[in-house]
């Protein structure tokens, strides 16, 4: 469905026949553009970023490529077509007609799940709006800012249901999220990883690679949600949280191919001296962000999960494609849990342990990616292996919060972890190492001495095209 871009606030749900939620949105607009300029993309507000704009719905949505300010970057409301038959596909309710009001009895646990959702996406914004001064070049600029203004319509699509379908208290939500700040002592993003800092490039790549992930996932199990006014846009969503997955996962691999780079030409593993970043250091940025993320699918075994499954608002990754009774009630699920210093399998009630259901997919989504790191260095004909860590390393959610996990899943005690934290996670030296390698580089087509270029450039244009022009002067 094409999207109306005359309109002041752009969108497909046809804002112009209600009024009064025309002007509730438009009264909340000015309070959203404030806080772009305030916590958006620091320096480059008055660059032109050659940005796709997404002009219809559909997959292909996205042909629309061109100069864009980001101040200028029209927002607006997208949801997916609607299916008029369609049918509730899991819980008590499965196979009822989808509800398009908000069921009274779940009004609070749907607006808890819609306020979640919404906070993350503002909330990475604040985290990345420092990284353009660092830029690695004029290509992963123009990523890293499509990737923020994206985030940005996101967080629209998650106002509109709470102005739309919530009344007075889905107004104050959505002033809220415009409060909340990313780190903050007094006024935290809600999720943990969202309060995490982004400090440079890698760790970018990084949370591009696996946070995003975990939205991929989530968005995934609302898009499955019966109140459909939840997942039409959570749909559309999950279309270009694609590329925001493609500019981590290849930004990664960029950084160890040029490792394996310097690797060869040098004939060592300590690239540092050469401008590159060591494998073991990569590594351990990938056991930071993994279990960071891990934490954010909640405890393995979670009531609310099994309330937002069972009252049909949350279902589980590919929920429709799942050949199961969609209900689960006489269902169990393994579960991993450390007692008495060792982890053991224990069978549980697959309802409360959807958490971990989602979580499971999550991580095998993970695996294969890490396969494609792998091929890279193989490819490279080198030897080292990266490694995914234990579920329950470094876990502050869930079964395993609190308990020191290695890597390599063994349970030690609190001195063995205090004394080798340092070989699994980044170092204070090894971080600041990295931080000193983030050089801007802006000159078109080149790239920074840590990272390779990609195999290709955007919408089929080179790479020393110019991908952000009128850059602020020194
Ligand atoms: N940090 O019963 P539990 C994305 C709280 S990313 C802090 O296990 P539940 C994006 C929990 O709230 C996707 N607190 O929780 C990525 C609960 O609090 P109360 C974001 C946490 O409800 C990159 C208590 O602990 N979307 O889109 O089963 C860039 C008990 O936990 C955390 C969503 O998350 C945590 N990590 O599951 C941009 C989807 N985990 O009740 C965007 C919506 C748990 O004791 N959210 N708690 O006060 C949900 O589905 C669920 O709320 C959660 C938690 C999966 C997050």
Redesign the pocket.
Known sequence: MAINYSERIPNNVNLNGDRRLQRALEAWQPGFLQWWAEMGPETFQGADVYLRTATSTDAQGWATFGYVKMPDYRWGIFLADLEPERKIPFGEHKGEPVWREVPGEHRGVLR???V??G???P??VEQQRHLGRTCPSLYDLRNLFQ?NVE?GR?LWAMVYLLHAYFGRDGREEADALLLRRSGNADNPR?????NEKTPDWLSYFM??HF?????????A??AESGFDPLARPCRF?LTE?AH?LFVGESGVGRVIARTCQLMKEHNTDRVGEHGGIDLTIIQKYINFHYSVSL???????????AT?YSAGL?GRFKETDRDDDHQLAASSYTVLKPVNGIVIQTEQPALNA??ET?RDSYIADCERALARWNKIIREAGLSFELKLPHRGFRR???EFAGVKVTPDGQIVGEEEWQRRKSEWIPTQAEREFVASLMKPTTAPGQFASWIAPPARGINHQALDFEYVTALPAD
């Open positions: 808890r799940l819609i979640t959702q906070d993350t996406e909330a990475s990737v985030e996101h809600i999720l943990g990883a969202f949370f591009a946070t995003d992930r975990d939205g991929k996932y989530q968005l199990s609302l969503m949280e925001h934490d954010l699918f909640g405890s393995e075994l979670s009531t609310n999960a937002y949350k959807l958490n989602l502050s959610i869930g």
